[in-house]
């Protein structure tokens, strides 16, 4: 069974191809031309210019009934015609989403139909198509002869255009979402992956530490600054937005007026499989401009380090300018976070700066600067 794949893991999903799209959307053009050829030779509406004389004499005699029932005939229509094309480019995708059935939808394939011709607001979209097919319908019947004339005439550049726009569409990606929609569809649904990375600092790491921060620091040599107020029981994450951290891993060589002093006792807590895995923290020492030294819990955000890694790495599709809309998004999201959870945002304080110009911002004076903000 699938299930039983990959030691129950089931089924790993394939790349989607574009081979079926490309191959179904040809078919689908080349059966509404056929359409329009065939619109062309049966349908015969009245010669070009008893027609033309009948339109002009419509048009010079139309009251205002008129334009109005011509008005609500060409906009279903034209309602229904970008319907259907719609719907002509999901049956292209479905083409290809059926070859994925078993991996991605436990082959069904009504849950294949269902995620290609899934809309948001599919309640909205069908009332307006049946009221689109009832008004075309009424005024076909009741309104002006000359309206059913614009099917015969027009009807096969509308099946045309529908077969030139579903070939468009396919071969040259203009249904591809821009980078705005992409952008906004990623923050709607929290599908960025600095959202992912947060969420997993967060539940994997600081929800473990931050609780039990104070109590650490209690067991330590560290308790009698704590409660002299010159070392606070908060953990101040730096977030460098050009996502570098240097190889050395201590704050105290990248920024001058930091110093490291010590570590904290590592706190144990049974995880993942690991008997007492340690959590450490490192406690760095903050001079002032007249020498007055203070102490805080200090490190950085490791996340970051994917997101330069990954901008560094071609194949994972990040670019300079993403990795840089990323960490703004992680900042972003980590503060939400923590803000809903009280027990950590108190003692959480997160530190973002530039990562390049140490001279221009020094890390001294952010971390100097949140501390007194804090006391």
């Not at 005939?73 to 999901?90: D, K, Q, W």
């Not at 082959?107 to 009832?134: D, E, M, N, P």
């Not at 007026?257 to 570590?263: A, I, L, P, S, T």
């Not at 008997?275 to 970051?304: H, M, W």
Request: aromatic residues 10%.
């Amino acid at each position: 069974m699938a299930s039983e794949e990959n030691n129950g893991f089931g089924p790993i999903p394939r790349r989607r191809g574009s081979a079926w799209v490309k191959g179904t959307s040809i078919v689908f053009a080349v059966l509404l031309l056929m359409l329009a050829v065939i619109n062309k030779s049966y349908c015969t509406p009245d010669s070009l210019e008893e027609w033309s004389e009948r339109q002009m004499k419509f048009l010079l005699s139309e009251n205002e009934t008129a334009m109005m029932s011509r008005f609500l005939f060409i906009c279903p229509v034209a309602v229904i015609t970008l319907i259907l094309s719609e719907a002509i480019r999901r049956l292209c995708l479905l083409m290809e989403e059926r070859r994925h059935r078993r991996e991605r939808y436990d082959g069904k394939l009504t849950k294949v139909i269902k995620a290609t011709f899934g809309v948001r607001h599919y309640q909205s979209l069908l009332v307006i198509t049946i009221i689109a097919i009832i008004c075309v319908v009424v005024l076909w019947v009741y309104a002006s002869p000359l309206l059913s004339q614009y099917f015969c005439r027009y009807g096969d550049l509308i099946l045309a255009n529908m077969a030139v726009a579903c070939l468009i569409n396919v071969f040259f990606s203009l249904k591809t979402l821009s980078d705005v929609e992409i952008s906004e569809l990623s923050e709607k649904d929290n599908l960025n992956v600095a959202h992912g990375l947060a969420w997993s600092y967060y539940l994997g790491y600081l929800k473990i530490i931050l609780p039990e921060l104070e109590n650490t620091i209690a067991k330590s040599k560290w308790n009698d600054k704590m409660k002299g107020g010159r070392l606070l029981a908060k953990l101040f994450i730096v977030i460098p937005e050009s996502c570098d951290i240097p190889g050395s891993d201590n704050l105290g060589e990248d920024y001058p007026g930091v110093k490291y002093e010590d570590k904290l006792p590592p706190f144990e807590v049974d995880r993942a499989g690991v008997k007492k895995r340690p959590y450490i923290n490192s406690v760095y020492q903050v001079t002032d401009d007249i020498g007055f030294a203070y102490y805080c819990i200090l490190e950085y955000a490791t996340p970051v380090v994917s997101l330069r890694q990954m901008s560094n790495i071609p194949e994972a599709g990040l670019s300079a300018q993403d990795r840089h809309r990323q960490v703004q998004i992680f900042m972003r999201t980590l503060q939400e976070i923590l803000d809903r959870n009280p027990t950590c945002s108190k003692r959480c304080v997160l530190v973002p700066i530039s990562g390049e110009d140490y001279e221009r911002c020094p890390l001294a004076d952010v971390i100097l600067k949140d501390i007194k903000q804090v006391k």
